[in-house]
């Protein structure tokens, strides 16, 4: 049993306490009836399937796996699938319920689901990846469809891993089902611009908040910590558009040059070496002391719960852009009002990525696919409306943005309830 210290950090970082924290001061604010804050805050299902699997070497080996659908009175349950060693029911349940927000925030038809895998991946073969993926999609698919539950990747997770799940389910149906799963390679159904979407939609958030403090990206330094989908894309179009990235964290180090890092050129050394360390055109610093650079932007886009209690007073950001998912603990919320940065949720900043989603699924059901210039379009008008319904709702309800965001989405999530009723 943990005492004291220990299980103060360990409640601040369970990621379910987290979201239990943010629900209910958005519910409590917003006045929800308690009948339907119990429906909002259980999720509708949680299903737990262990995994045999024949190992490259002929041992026979158990994996746990988990789905959570945490609500759909909007539509489907939608939400990646995680493969990682320290995956929890606790993290699958958190995530699942912060895409039901999410969805909701971007006004997307929707509701909320996650999915884990308790495994290595790096110490996987491929064949091994494959066979816990077409194992993991057969014990769960009674309950995962186009019109039910549509996955798509998360860490440790990939478009092969979709193409492996899309084809499984699809030998199941005996037809060919590309909108089960988002995230898919282009030509298996995938959606020009997934891979950039959630990047994208960081980018655009950022630049509504820069016109918001009349900020100029010429004028704005971005930290951003981890360097793969969400953090490169974000930092590549960013950079694009202006903006001078002046460090990049990464797992193993950090590379910072106050004139702007080359972001292409540090792809590049990346994808030769393996690694951002020992970028010849950046210097190296303190990884634990990056985060606290003086910057205008800090984009967090590698796991949760980096900004704790024990350091998100010695962040020196004016806005703070959640890229990943829950980067920020509950009880850090009240620091960074405190110090009165400007937070961009991770329900809003990271949602381009299940719109593009959404529009994969629509194209699937469609068959007919549209060209980049309409998704990147399409995406940069639900994420800038998204911005300001969300920044309009904390400025007239005076609360934070988080807050905001999810009271916007409590109240949308709770309006399909009472439409729909509670079936009985
Ligand atoms: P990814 O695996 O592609 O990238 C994560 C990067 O972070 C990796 O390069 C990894 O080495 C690095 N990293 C890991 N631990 C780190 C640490 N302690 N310090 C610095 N860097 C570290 O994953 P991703 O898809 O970019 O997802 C990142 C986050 O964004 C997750 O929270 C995920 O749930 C969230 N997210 C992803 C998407 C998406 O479309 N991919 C959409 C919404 C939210």
Redesign the pocket.
Known sequence: MLVGTAALHENETNPWLSAEARFDAAATRLGLDDGICKVLRSPSREITVHIPVVLDDGRIEVFTGYRVQHNIARGPAKG?I?YAPDVTLDEVRA?ASWMTWKCAVVNIPFGGGKGGVICDPPLMSQSELERITRRYTAEIIDFIGPERDVP?????TNEQTMAWIMDTYSMHQRHTTTAVVT?KPLNLGGSRGRPE??GRGCLIVTQQALRRFGLDPSNTRVVV????????MAAKLMARAGFKIICV???DGAVYNKNGLDIPALMEHRKETGSITGFPEGEAID?EQALFLECEVLLP????N?ITSANADRLRCKILCE?????VTHVADAILQDKKIFVIP?ILA??G??TVSYFEWVQDRQGYFWNEQLVNGRLEEIMVNSFRDVVGYADKHEVNNRIAAYMLALDRVAFAIKLRGIYA
């Open positions: 990646g995680r995530l798509a990747p998360d860490m440790n995230g979407a959630t910590q981890g360097f793969g989908n969400v953090g490169g964290i990464e797992y990884r886009a590698a796991k949760e980096v890229g990943a998912n829950g980067p991770d990271n949602a990525g299940v």
